[in-house]
Structure formats: structure tokens, C-alpha cells
């Protein structure tokens, strides 16, 4: 079974178009704002019947709960959470509500959870210190593989039994105009990206009625990568499971 794993889709469709096949998806939160589809970026976790939980992004436009930003993206982020509340359809509204904050699923005999950051906490950066690692650990007692987001960093971590990975993101990745995901196939992880049509995503922002600064600030972070933390993605990378 091939597995394909993503997170941090931020409404970037022409980045989900490019990703591979897969038997099964799973989405690790922040499918929604900041990008200029919402409701085909849904529509797509729907008709892969993927398994998503909810992102600070997700909880913000879903039930009006505010989350603090990075600074550089404060002003966009509000205007763009506003924005997605009202181009949401109701059916994809009531999905974007009804997404569990954590998930666990056994995928050929591996326990595998998602979290969008931190157990019980949408919106933390981790270091991750031990303290926190032993939180993740605790937090998901009988899982093999931990997925966590939100940094939209690729990153893989040992600790104790458990593999500690994240997938990157798919809409604003830390290499521009690239879709990070993770595959898990056999007993491998692999972390990938593919690149995607960066300029019809930048059209698509600019189509919208988000003001000139706001549309700057987002399609600032598809062209030069997102600043959370500014690295280079691998372009594959396998780790065993």
C-alpha cells in the first residue's frame, strides 16, 4: 500500500494537482486559507476520502477561533481567514467543522497518528526539546509513526520507538513553487516535492478581492518559500520505518 501524506495545504489546488496517486491520504491540518480555492482544496481531501484532522487555520475560519501569526503574515492572515469564511459552500464548511483535532489509523499493521502541532495545542512551533518529544510520545502511547505539521519544515525524528515526522507543506512550502509531501510505501518514508504552476496560483490570488498587500504577502511566500524557518527541501529522501 502506498500512502501519501500531506499537511499545510493553505487552498494552493494547482499544488495538490501535481502530487502522486496514492491507496490512501492522509492530511495533517491547514487545509484552508491564505490561498485562493478553499473549496477545491476540500473537494480534493473529499474525493481521495482522506483522512484529515484540523489545523489552527482550519479551527480559525471554521469556528472563528483566533490564533496568533508570524508577524510577516499577521495582516494577511486575518484578511484571509475573513475571506475564506465567506467563499466557503456550506457542505464544505460543515467538513471543515466536523475534522477531529487529532487521528490514529493502523495502515498495514503500523499505528500511525497525526496532530496539526502539538497534542492539545494547534499553534506551537516545536524544537522539539525532549520535554515536548516526551508529550508527542506520551500523547500516542501505541502509535509506530507521529505525524505533526504546521512549520511546514520536512523533518524526521527517532525517539524511544516512535518515528516523529513532517511531511513539509503542500501550498507553502520552504522551496517556492514546490509541493512537499511524504510517501510511505514498504518500509520506507520517503520526503519528496514536485514542482507545480506556481504562476497559475499567483493568478488565481490575484483574482481574488483580498486587497493588493494581502495578495503580496501570500504570493511572497510561494515564490521565495515560506519563512517558517526559510531551508531547502530535499527533493527525496528515504528514512526506514
Not at 44 to 64: Q, T, Y
Not at 119 to 129: A, C, E, K, T, V
Not at 175 to 202: L, M, Q
Not at 214 to 241: H, K, N, W
Request: proline fraction near 6%; charged fraction near 25%; include cysteine.
Amino acid at each position: 500500500m502506498r500512502v501519501l501524506i500531506v499537511a499545510d495545504i493553505h487552498a494552493n489546488y494547482d499544488a495538490l494537482a501535481a502530487l502522486p496517486d496514492s491507496d490512501l491520504t492522509l492530511c495533517a491540518g491547514d487545509t484552508v486559507t491564505f490561498g485562493a480555492l478553499p473549496n477545491e482544496s476540500l473537494d480534493w481531501l473529499r474525493e481521495r476520502r482522506a483522512l484529515a484532522i484540523r489545523g489552527e487555520e482550519d479551527d480559525a475560519v471554521a469556528n472563528g477561533t483566533f490564533y496568533r501569526l508570524p508577524r510577516h503574515l499577521e495582516q494577511a492572515g486575518i484578511a484571509s481567514r475573513a475571506w475564506t469564511r465567506e467563499k466557503l459552500a456550506p457542505a464544505r464548511a460543515t467538513q471543515l467543522a466536523s475534522l477531529p483535532p487529532e487521528y490514529e489509523t493502523v495502515v498495514d499493521g503500523r499505528r500511525i497518528a497525526m496532530v496539526h502541532a502539538y497534542p492539545g495545542d494547534y499553534n506551537r512551533y516545536l524544537g522539539p526539546s525532549d520535554d515536548e518529544l516526551d508529550r508527542m510520545t506520551r500523547a500516542f502511547p501505541r502509535a509506530q509513526i507521529i505525524v505533526t505539521a504546521h512549520n511546514h519544515r520536512q523533518s524526521a525524528r527517532r525517539y524511544h520507538d516512535k518515528l516523529i515526522i513532517n511531511p513539509g507543506s503542500v501550498g507553502f512550502s520552504s522551496k517556492g513553487g514546490h509541493a512537499a509531501f511524504v510517501t510511505i510505501e514498504h518500509d520506507n518514508v520517503s520526503f519528496e516535492s514536485v514542482p507545480y504552476d506556481v504562476e497559475r496560483a499567483i493568478e488565481r490570488i490575484r483574482a481574488t478581492t483580498l486587497t493588493s498587500d494581502v495578495q503580496d504577502a501570500c504570493i511572497r511566500e510561494l515564490t521565495e518559500g515560506s519563512l517558517r524557518p526559510r531551508t531547502r527541501l530535499p527533493m527525496r529522501v528515504s528514512v526506514p520505518v
